[in-house]
């Protein structure tokens, strides 16, 4: 079963606008990542949380953590263009034999 | 990204040809792994690959054979597939795959694959 999942699975934004997405999950976690894929390309790892941290920033990048209510946010503030891409939220638990676990996305497009 | 390297990045077959996917890592990982990303449906963990060891088959069908040589490089041999594994392989690497590892995977670009 779907261990993550996103919400908005779509968004819209202007560029300069803030853009918060959500994931839920099911089961206790080891970690929570978030990864950015732009289209016909990978996934870029962009902020792992860990299940004792609430929350993490990285430049533009803040990400919560609510064990209690087993729910991520990613924020991007000042979104740019560049941010147009999908974004996932993958899970790593023992549930899962460690493995992560991914959501399916929330595509964000970000309109100049 | 270019410290994991897919080839091809694009990959036409029929139902019976055979073909093979590489994966190379250049980040000094000990773990490799395997996912399918089909449209409208969250990644798929295939294979997982420790220390060049097997530790993780998900169900895989036989007509996907993995193999691991080495730390650096994985493929996926592919033999008699289907119209529904028509699909984006993504490989990934990471220091290890293991108990409260709290490791980033790091992805190559994958290889489309399209079967006729």
């Known amino acids: 079963s779907q261990q993550g999942e996103e919400d908005p699975q779509a968004l819209s934004i202007q560029e300069g606008e803030n853009a918060t997405m959500n994931c839920s999950y099911k089961?206790?976690?080891?970690?929570l990542q978030w990864y950015r894929q732009n289209s016909g390309r990978g996934l870029v790892h962009l902020i792992l949380?860990?299940?004792?941290?609430r929350e993490k920033h990285s430049g533009r990048l803040r990400v919560t953590l609510d064990t209690s209510k087993k729910s991520s946010s990613l924020l991007i503030t000042a979104s740019r263009a560049a941010d147009t891409a999908s974004y996932f939220c993958?899970?790593?638990?023992?549930?899962?034999?460690?493995?992560?676990?991914f959501g399916g996305g929330t595509r964000v497009l970000v309109k100049p | 990204e270019t410290g994991v390297t897919q080839t091809p990045r694009h990959l036409v077959m029929g139902m019976t040809n055979k073909k093979s996917l590489k994966c190379e890592q250049h980040?000094?990982?000990?773990?490799m792994y395997w996912y399918k990303q089909s449209a409208k449906k969250p990644l798929e963990l295939m294979f997982v690959?420790?220390?060049?060891?097997?530790?993780e088959n998900n169900s895989v069908p036989s007509r996907f054979s993995p193999e691991c040589p080495n730390s650096s490089h994985l493929f996926l041999h592919l033999h008699t597939l289907q119209p529904e594994d028509s699909a984006l392989y993504l490989c990934?690497?990471?220091?290890?795959?293991?108990?409260?590892?709290?490791?980033?995977?790091?992805f190559g670009d994958g290889t489309r694959l399209s079967i006729l």
């Open positions: 990934a690497s990471s220091h290890f795959a293991g108990s409260d590892s709290n490791q980033p995977q790091h």
């Open positions: 980040l000094g990982h000990n773990a």
């Open positions: 089961t206790s976690i080891n970690n």
């Open positions: 690959y420790n220390f060049k060891e097997q530790t």
């Open positions: 993958a899970t790593e638990s023992k549930a899962a034999g460690n493995k992560l676990t």
């Open positions: 949380i860990r299940s004792n941290e």
